[in-house]
T-cell receptor, first 113, second 114 residues
Framework: GENVEQHPSTLSVQEGDSAVIKCTYS??????FPWYKQELGKRPQLIID?????GEKKDQRIAVTLNKTAKHFSLHITETQPEDSAVYFC????????????FGTGTRLTVIP | EAEVAQSPRYKITEKSQAVAFWCDPI?????LYWYRQILGQGPELLVQ????????DSQLPKDRFSAERLKGVDSTLKIQPAELGDSAMYLC????????????FGPGTRLLVL
């Protein structure tokens, strides 16, 4: 099955700085890569996703890049704010069929005011 | 905005007891997932339903776990008997169908087995 690795496990940045979280996947058949944000005690919320036919996607301060050849994808958050503090999970799946999501182990982001 | 509902939110039980969790997906979502999230880790799939049918239960410990979605709408996950290692967050997620990939998660049930 798919194996998703995520780094770093914890990340602290000053407010206004950028944060980057990186993930690698093992199954070249994976073609859908969502990122979820989970605040303490709350449900995971989808913040951005990317499909394998696209190399980069941006939504305001959040961007995701995908390198299919190297089988890695990254989340970029610019101009970080204290409310960005949460645990972020990357995931990989195939868009069709079972579409099971295989998650990374999470990155705890702390934005220091 | 419609959300996935789960109950209870918290459950404390003693080992060897039976527990059950309930999930109500977003209306119209044919696909339903149960995940287990151990503290400090990402969610891991336990079982996936397409309507009332099980699509994937390869990671479900079937000697003690069972799941059903009798009418293809809401779903119940049961553990009997519970073990200490079952302490975790149990998340339910739903998805519209094959053509839309996004999975929407419920708030989860946090289980503590004593």
């Amino acid at each position: 099955g798919e194996n998703v690795e995520q780094h770093p496990s914890t990340l602290s940045v000053q407010e206004g700085d950028s944060a980057v979280i990186k993930c690698t996947y093992s199954d070249s058949a994976s073609n859908y890569f969502p990122w979820y944000k989970q605040e303490l005690g709350k449900r995971p919320q989808l913040i951005i996703d990317i499909r394998s036919n696209v190399g980069e996607k941006k939504d305001q301060r959040i961007a995701v890049t995908l390198n299919k050849t190297a089988k890695h994808f990254s989340l970029h958050i610019t101009e970080t704010q204290p409310e960005d503090s949460a645990v972020y999970f990357c995931a990989a799946s195939m868009r069709t069929g079972a579409n099971n999501l295989f998650f990374g182990t999470g990155t705890r982001l702390t934005v220091i005011p | 905005e419609a959300e996935v509902a789960q109950s209870p939110r918290y459950k404390i039980t003693e080992k060897s007891q039976a527990v059950a969790f309930w999930c109500d997906p977003i209306s119209g979502h044919a696909t339903l997932y149960w995940y287990r999230q151990i503290l400090g880790q990402g969610p891991e799939l336990l079982v996936q339903f397409q309507d009332e049918s099980v699509v994937d239960d390869s990671q479900l410990p079937k000697d003690r776990f069972s799941a059903e979605r009798l009418k293809g709408v809401d779903s119940t996950l049961k553990i009997q008997p519970a073990e200490l290692g079952d302490s975790a967050m149990y998340l339910c997620a739903s998805r519209f169908g094959q053509v839309r990939e996004t999975q929407y998660f419920g708030p989860g049930t946090r289980l503590l087995v004593l």
